[in-house]
């Protein structure tokens, strides 16, 4: 839920909040157009938009002429629907039952089909005079989701013919785009080619496709080049300027981080040489320090792993996580910094002066990736969406 930035310091409120630029957003979303090269852009906001308010980021990315969205779940889809959104959204995670193929329906959902049981569904529910559009999505090599091809040809064949329904899309995800050697991912697309050529007549009107994820976007000509004519792409994460790439930063491929988590301090205390901090004594000082408290915890989304090797960012310096991570405090070594109790520690995002503090840096000392921290921050933590970086 995202509250207003002036409610920052309410009573009510932990002192600990997830900060939502929407003209970071915007940003990212016009990055990901420009790169798209006048294909449909489908912004994936699944996950409660990466954990940052999926309204919030939907109407952002809307307002910045992105064209449609894609969700996992129906639920997700009809959150949207309730709150005004009317753009087409793609429902990724399909229909399993008859009662999701209903809402599916009613909401005017499109669902994705893995399978002949989520086909027969969507029969179900679709219209000769109000059929329900779906999308196919092919399995060629992430093998999670989706038909696989020596399946997907017959299930093809048979959603062209179904009355009830309008094919809108073909698709396949790739498993390997953030690697350097792309190959994996060509055969990925080949695969898709293949498929599409011994099913749709040169004079059929191919329906919309799209292979490329966030990763593949940055890297698309080399991905598509020669093999297939896409007319759509569905980027995620870059939307919420996180990189893609092991090797890249946000900041080299011109994306501004969208969520900053930060917290005030709590509370401060000066401990000798020896003294341990934090459940089990797992942390003890090597000298004379202040330890700095603040109100996030595993609740929070601050991972446990973090013990002596995760970093915030307080007086004006990255200081190391110390003691073990609690449900819903952690402890700071701040040093001989002078903290105070109402100092703001920067988790990742932007500090209040401007610096980029990257969540990716965080997700590294946490053995993770930054797609974790930003659907784990709780629910507990507000979002504060505003125009522009955190304010002090």
Partial sequence: MSI???????????????????????HNARRAIALAEGRT????????????????????????????????????????????IGAPILLLGGIDDAAAAERAAKWGLVPV???????????????????LTIELEVDTGMRRMGAAPVHASTLLARALD??????????????????????????????????????????????????????????????EEGLIETTAVRPGLMLYGVSPFADRSAAELDLEPVMTLAARVVATRRIAA?????YGGAWTAGRETTIATLPLGYADGIPRSLLARGEVHLAGAMRPIV???????????????P???????????????????????????????????????????????ADGPPRS
């Avoid at 409610?7 to 957003?25: G, M, V």
């Avoid at 089909?113 to 059929?131: K, N, P, V, Y």
């Fill in 339 to 385: 903290v105070e109790v109402g100092d703001v520690a920067t988790v990742f995002g932007r500090t209040p002066e401007g610096e980029r503090i990257p969540v990716e840096d965080l997700a590294q000392a946490a053995g993770t990736i930054g797609y974790e921290l930003l659907v784990g921050v709780g629910a507990r933590v507000p979002r504060i969406a």
């Fill in 113 to 131: 089909l893995h399978d002949e049981r989520g086909l027969a569904l969507a029969q179900s529910f679709g219209r000769a005079g109000a059929r």
């Fill in 323 to 337: 003691g073990r991570v609690s449900m819903d405090s952690v402890c700071i070594d701040a040093g001989d910094a």
């Fill in 162 to 223: 179904a009355p009830q329904l309008s094919l809108g899309g073909v698709f396949t995800h790739l498993a390997c785009a953030d690697e350097p050697d792309l190959e994996k991912s060509r055969v990925q697309v080949r695969a898709l080619t293949s498929l599409l050529g011994e099913i749709l007549g040169a004079d059929e009107d191919p329906p919309e496709l799209h292979v490329v994820n966030s990763a593949g976007l940055f890297r698309r000509n080399e991905i």
């Fill in 41 to 84: 852009v489908i912004g994936v906001v699944k996950a409660d938009g990466y954990g940052h308010g999926a309204t919030e980021v939907a109407r952002a990315l809307l307002a910045e002429g992105i064209a449609r969205l894609a969700v996992v779940s129906v639920a997700e889809g009809a959150a949207l629907r309730r709150d005004g």
């Fill in 4 to 26: 207003d930035p002036d409610q920052l310091a309410s009573a009510e409120q932990r002192p600990a909040w997830a900060w939502i630029d929407r003209a970071a957003l915007r």
């Fill in 274 to 278: 020896g003294d341990s901090v934090g």
